[in-house]
């Protein structure tokens, strides 16, 4: 049974920093993409960034480029999203995915297969 568990989320002011992390158990880690989702009250889910299973190529949203940082540790089974200079409109449920899909020029909720339950992050204004 696959299991993938977010943590890390809370609190912030703006400006400040969060790392979330995800684990993932009941598949073989390295043989899946990992991305990051959130959705905001009232609004559509939407990806944010998204590795490779090697870890050598990264996509983010434009809304996050230069602010966020994605990386995973292959043999902790784990998956980060730094987050740096967080904003207001950073406020939403993050989502942690899995798939056997990868882009580097985009990112597709379709072409992930396993989700976790979410972390919430709010960041005060």
């Known amino acids: 049974q696959v299991q993938v568990v977010e943590s890390g989320g809370g609190l912030v002011q703006a400006g400040g920093s969060l790392r979330l992390s995800c684990t993932a158990s009941?598949?073989?880690?390295?043989?899946?993409?990992m991305g990051w989702f959130r959705q905001a009250p009232g609004k559509e889910r939407e990806g944010v960034s998204c590795?490779?299973?090697?870890?050598?190529?990264?996509y983010y949203a434009d809304s996050v480029k230069g602010r966020f940082t994605i990386s995973r540790d292959n043999a902790k089974t784990t998956l980060y999203l730094q987050m740096n200079s967080l904003k207001h409109e950073d406020t939403a449920m993050y989502y942690c995915?899995?798939?056997?899909?990868?882009?580097?020029?985009?990112?597709?909720?379709?072409?992930?297969?396993?989700w976790g339950q979410g972390t919430q992050v709010t960041v005060s204004s």
């Open positions: 995915a899995a798939g056997v899909y990868y882009r580097d020029y985009a990112l597709q909720r379709d072409d992930f297969g396993y």
């Open positions: 009941g598949l073989t880690f390295d043989d899946y993409a």
């Open positions: 590795i490779k299973w090697s870890g050598d190529s990264t």
